[in-house]
C-alpha cells in the first residue's frame, strides 16, 4: 500500500469530516486524491498536526477531527501523544503515514526503520485505541472502527512512497477560512458588519 | 492559603473579558497563581497542559480554527521551543491567540541561564510581527490583558503580554535601619 492509496481510503470513508494534514508529502497525497475544503494543510510547523487535531477536537466536540500526520512529523512531537492521552478526546482520530523514512527531504531513515513503533508509544501513553495497519483492507477496517467508536485513535498505517506531484493551495489565509467555513464555525472576519 | 496576588487576578479578568474560554500552557511558578484562580473563579475556563510550549501553540491553533478564542501561557524561556510554531503556522495563516509570557532573566534575576532568553524576548516578537505589551503593575494587569486579546482576535494576529518578574516574585527592599 502506497501513501496516496492509502489517502484515497481514508477519503472515500469519509463525508465532511475535518482532515488537519501535515506538511509536505501526507498534505500533497490528500490534495492529491480530493482538494476537499475540509482539508486543513500545514505548510510549515512540522510536528504540530496532532496537536492541531487536538485544539480542533477540543473545540469541536460534536464533529470527528481527522488527522494525517507523517512518522517524521510525530517523531518532532511525541509529547502529543501524552497530552492526547490525558486530555482523551473521543472524536480525535490520528493516522500516522509510516513510510519510515524523512520522504519529504530526500528519503532519509527515521527511527521507526530501526525499531522505534509509535503505535506501542501511543499506547504506553494511555491511547488504547491504537492499531497498527500494513494494507488497504486492514486500513479501511481501523478507519471504520475510528468512526464508529470512541477515540481517541491512533492508527499507524505502514507504507511505501508514492511520488506526489500536487501540491496545495499556497495562500495559508485562503485555507484556513475556506476550512473554517467548511466545517461550520466560518471565522468572524469573513462576515459583514453592523 | 493566601490570597491570589492582584495582578493574578487581573490576568484571569482580563482574557475572560477578551472572550478566551481555553487556556493552554507550560507551568512556571508565577503562572501558579492564575491557574489557582482560573481553578477557583472561572468554572467556564479549561486548562490544557501542553509538554512543551510549541505543542501548546499548535494546540491553540486547533482551537482557533474551531471557533475559540485560545490563550498560551509559557515562561519567556519557552518562547525559544515556540519559534516555528509561531512564524509558520500563527502567523502566516492569521491564527491570533492571546500570549500570556512569565518572564525570567529581567530585573531581579539570579540565574544566569534564564538571562539570555529573557533578554531575547522583546527583540524576537518585534522580529516575528508579535505585538507586545510589558504588564509590571498589577493594577494594569486586567486591562492590557484584555485589550491584548481583543486586538489579537479583532485583527487576527497573535499578541503577548509580558508579566515582568517585579510584579510578579516580589522582593521587599531590605530595611535601611539596622537592626
Known amino acids: 500500500m502506497n501513501r496516496l492509496d492509502a489517502t484515497r481510503v481514508l477519503i472515500a470513508a469519509l463525508a465532511g469530516e475535518p482532515v488537519v494534514a501535515s506538511l509536505g508529502h501526507p498534505a500533497y497525497d490528500l490534495v492529491a486524491v480530493r482538494d476537499r475544503p475540509a482539508n486543513f494543510y500545514t505548510w510549515g510547523s512540522m510536528g504540530l498536526a496532532s496537536s492541531i487535531g487536538l485544539g480542533l477536537a477540543m473545540a469541536r466536540p460534536d464533529a470527528r477531527v481527522f488527522v494525517v500526520d507523517g512518522d517524521g512529523s510525530l517523531l518532532m512531537n511525541l509529547g502529543s501523544l501524552a497530552t492526547i492521552g490525558w486530555v482523551n478526546p473521543r472524536n480525535l482520530v490520528v493516522i500516522v503515514w509510516d513510510n519510515a523514512a524523512y520522504a519529504t527531504t530526500g528519503g532519509q531513515d527515521t527511527a521507526t526503520a530501526h525499531g522505534a513503533d509509535l503505535a506501542a508509544a501511543a499506547k504506553a501513553m494511555g491511547i488504547t485505541a491504537a492499531a497498527a495497519v500494513r494494507d488497504e483492507r486492514e486500513l479501511e477496517a481501523a478507519i471504520g472502527r475510528a468512526t464508529a467508536s470512541d477515540g481517541p485513535w491512533i492508527i499507524v498505517a505502514k507504507v511505501e512512497e508514492s511520488a506526489p506531484t500536487a501540491k496545495p493551495p499556497l495562500d495559508c489565509v485562503f485555507i484556513k477560512q475556506r476550512f473554517m467555513a467548511a466545517i461550520g464555525n466560518p471565522e468572524p472576519a469573513t462576515s459583514g458588519t453592523s | ?179
Open chain 2, 1 to 179: 492559603m493566601p490570597d491570589a496576588p492582584a495582578w493574578a487576578a487581573g490576568v484571569c479578568a482580563g482574557l475572560h473579558a477578551a472572550g478566551s474560554r481555553h487556556v493552554v500552557y507550560v507551568p512556571d511558578n508565577p503562572l501558579s497563581h492564575v491557574l489557582r484562580v482560573l481553578g477557583e473563579r472561572y468554572a467556564d475556563v479549561r486548562t490544557t497542559v501542553a509538554t512543551r510550549e510549541e505543542e501548546a501553540f499548535g494546540i491553540a491553533a486547533g482551537l482557533y480554527l474551531g471557533g475559540a478564542r485560545p490563550t498560551v501561557m509559557l515562561q519567556s524561556s519557552g518562547l525559544g521551543n515556540s519559534l516555528n510554531a509561531i512564524t509558520s503556522l500563527l502567523v502566516p495563516y492569521q491564527i491570533p491567540a492571546l500570549i500570556v509570557i512569565s518572564m525570567r532573566g529581567d530585573a531581579g534575576e539570579w540565574n544566569d541561564a534564564q538571562v539570555p532568553m529573557g533578554r531575547a524576548v522583546r527583540p524576537i516578537c518585534d522580529a516575528i510581527g508579535v505585538p507586545h505589551t510589558t504588564i509590571d503593575r498589577a493594577d494594569a494587569a486586567e486591562d492590557i490583558v484584555r485589550l491584548t486579546g481583543q486586538s489579537a482576535f479583532g485583527t487576527r494576529t497573535p499578541g503577548a503580554c509580558l508579566l515582568a518578574r517585579r510584579m510578579t516574585v516580589p522582593s521587599p527592599a531590605p530595611s535601611r535601619e539596622r537592626a
